[in-house]
């Protein structure tokens, strides 16, 4: 058999023999599958945007189907919040510097640097994604008001144990007034990071009088 005749036979057999077998990815479930969904959806969300951010890209980075992101996240406005706020949960972790000044201090610093870093470009690409996406902006209208509320009401029920503010100070939207106002200088002035000053004015002219007035107005 003529050479050039033999090298096509044997490209065409070795077309036709079998691919070996792939390990199969092990199963997951629960809150491994769903670390795993959040973490593809975060990615999407960084390198596309949101208007790049598909369920089946999604599902194909993190090795599952559709059918299973649907089943948690019912569409993707819905993931796309999930993601961020899982990120921004796991990078701005309650302090405690033993007073309320401090830990609102270091709070609003980690939160400040947070904001300005992929994790806030996340939240930024959200921001965007919402002015044409309805379903988006509700879900943003719907989380506003959380605002980091868990690591905020931790200090403040310390400050509160310490002493150093009254119970009535207790209330969601005064443990995060300060959180509010930072992510205005964010939405608002289009700071890229916001300068330290204004986290320390934010705090001693707004946060901590609004705290320590709490007590005198709840007795009238």
């Given at each position: 058999m003529p050479q050039r005749e033999t090298e096509v036979t044997e490209e065409r057999s070795a077309q036709a023999a079998p691919s070996p077998p792939q390990p199969a990815r092990p199963r997951r479930h629960g809150a491994e599958l769903e670390d795993a969904i959040?973490?593809?959806?975060?990615?999407?969300?960084t390198?596309?945007?949101?208007?790049?951010?598909?369920m089946d890209r999604v599902a194909r980075r993190a090795g599952t189907n559709k059918n299973t992101i649907y089943r948690r996240w019912p569409n993707r406005a819905t993931l796309g919040i999930a993601a961020y706020r899982q990120l921004a949960a796991a990078a701005v972790p309650s302090p405690d510097t033993?007073?309320?000044?401090?830990?609102?201090?270091?709070?609003?610093r980690r939160t400040n640097r947070s904001w300005s870093s992929p994790t806030g470009g996340i939240l930024r690409a959200l921001l965007a994604g919402a002015r044409d996406d309805p379903q988006l902006?509700?879900?943003i209208q719907e989380h506003s008001a959380d605002a980091g509320s868990a690591a905020w009401l931790a200090i403040l029920a310390r400050a509160v144990a310490r002493g150093e503010?009254?119970?009535?100070?207790?209330?969601?939207?005064?443990?995060?007034?300060?959180?509010?106002?930072?992510?205005?200088?964010?939405?608002?002035?289009?700071?890229?990071?916001?300068?330290?000053?204004?986290l320390i004015e934010i705090v001693d002219e707004v946060y901590l009088p609004l705290i320590r007035g709490r007590g005198a107005s709840a007795r009238f």
């Open positions: 959040l973490r593809a959806a975060a990615e999407e969300l390198e596309s945007g949101y208007a790049g951010l598909t033993g007073e309320l000044r401090g830990d609102a201090l270091e709070l609003m902006l509700a879900q503010a009254p119970a009535e100070a207790l209330h969601l939207r005064v443990a995060t007034a300060a959180i509010v106002l930072l992510r205005n200088e964010f939405i608002v002035r289009g700071y890229p990071t916001v300068p330290d000053d204004i």
